[in-house]
């Protein structure tokens, strides 16, 4: 049965503001539900290799360390990467596109499921020059080149390049018709029209090809169905952080692509340390509006299929009608 606009809220409202999930059926948080679901899974394609699995806790924890002035920068939930890799194994991916590198975290599973889907098809590129299966997109120079000391110590460098820059620039680089099997994208919110509109101008999408986008059900996501803002709403902690992050992430975007004239605003206020409760709120909405407004074009674009899951913060799956 398709919800109604009212437990659609709540239930939105909670996994977007990482609050209890309040539904007769499930009392559980967003993370017990994310944490039983991964027990209880096991994709083949997942990786089974245990120094591995520790190397990518290390990541983990080194990256966001590292790069704090990216703010709480984060890379994938386990569960988000079983959800992945199982796709990966389903769509018979060869190759991968991905924008938004970070510490190399959900690129090595992505790598790690190329493998067990039989190695990995180079891309092949216009002229002499042809890459890696895997193509990950990386605004930031320093973390690019820290994803790939660890590319290089998880064993799958051989498989991955990292291009650094604007991922919008990357996009339209490559040759119109460069096919991929699989496409994740988990960078800067604002741009993920862009992004989506490129690719498919670009028709890098294969035929049987699935395409990620990560983060596309934001806190606050009351918003987005239309309620009125609640001045008495307690912003939790949770939710502050990944507004940071993802605002601070945001800004790469904004410049990157100079389609808006928020950007001195934004730059100024990304420079402060500490937010006020209304500025978060502020900031919350400015992502939530481009979300929204992504989500939109997807349902009324009638080349592909697309699902909006409640995975985490909100994944969406895409697919070639
Ligand atoms: C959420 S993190 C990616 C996490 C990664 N997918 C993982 O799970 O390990 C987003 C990354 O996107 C990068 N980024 C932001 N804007 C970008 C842009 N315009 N082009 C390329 N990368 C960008 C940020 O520097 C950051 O490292």
Not at 6 to 23: D, L, P, Q
Not at 49 to 57: C, G, I, T, V, Y
Not at 253 to 277: E, H, L, P, V
Request: proline share 3%; glycine share 6%; aromatic share 10%.
């Amino acid at each position: 049965m398709i919800p109604d606009s009212k437990s659609a809220s709540s239930y939105i409202t909670a996994i977007g503001g990482g609050t209890k999930v309040e539904t007769e059926r499930s009392p559980a948080s967003v993370k017990e539900m994310m944490d039983y679901s991964t027990f209880v899974s096991a994709p083949k394609e997942f990786t089974d290799d245990a120094k591995l699995e520790q190397r990518l806790a290390e990541i983990h924890k080194h990256g966001v360390d590292t790069f704090k002035y990216l703010g709480k920068a984060l890379p994938i939930y386990p569960f988000q990467a079983y959800f992945l890799t199982w796709l990966m194994g389903f769509a018979k991916a060869k190759n991968v596109f991905e924008i938004g590198t970070f510490t190399g975290y959900s690129t090595i599973y992505l790598a790690d499921a190329l493998r067990k889907n039989g190695g990995g098809r180079r891309v092949e590129l216009s002229g002499s020059s042809s890459s890696k299966p895997i193509i990950t997109c990386e605004l930031v120079d320093e973390v690019a080149k820290y994803a790939e000391s660890n590319f290089v110590k998880a064993g799958v460098d051989d498989l991955i390049e990292v291009k650094v820059g604007k991922a919008l620039d990357t996009i339209q680089a490559l040759p119109k018709g460069t096919k991929f099997d699989f496409i994740f994208i988990d960078a800067d919110k604002q741009s993920y029209t862009l992004y989506y509109k490129a690719i498919m101008d670009q028709e890098l999408l294969s035929a049987n090809g699935v395409m990620v986008f990560d983060n596309t059900m934001l806190a606050r996501t009351e918003k987005l169905l239309g309620k009125e803002a609640n001045p008495d709403y307690e912003i939790n902690q949770k939710a502050i952080d990944t507004a940071q992050y993802e605002f601070k992430s945001e800004l790469s975007g904004i410049t990157a692509t100079g389609t808006t004239s928020t950007t001195t605003n934004a730059d100024n206020r990304c420079k402060k340390d500490d937010y006020t409760a209304e500025e978060i709120n502020e900031l919350v909405n400015e992502i939530n509006q481009s979300l929204h407004a992504f989500n939109m074009y997807l349902k009324n674009d009638e080349r592909v299929h697309q699902l909006n899951l409640p995975i985490f913060t909100g994944m969406t799956a895409i697919r070639l009608v």
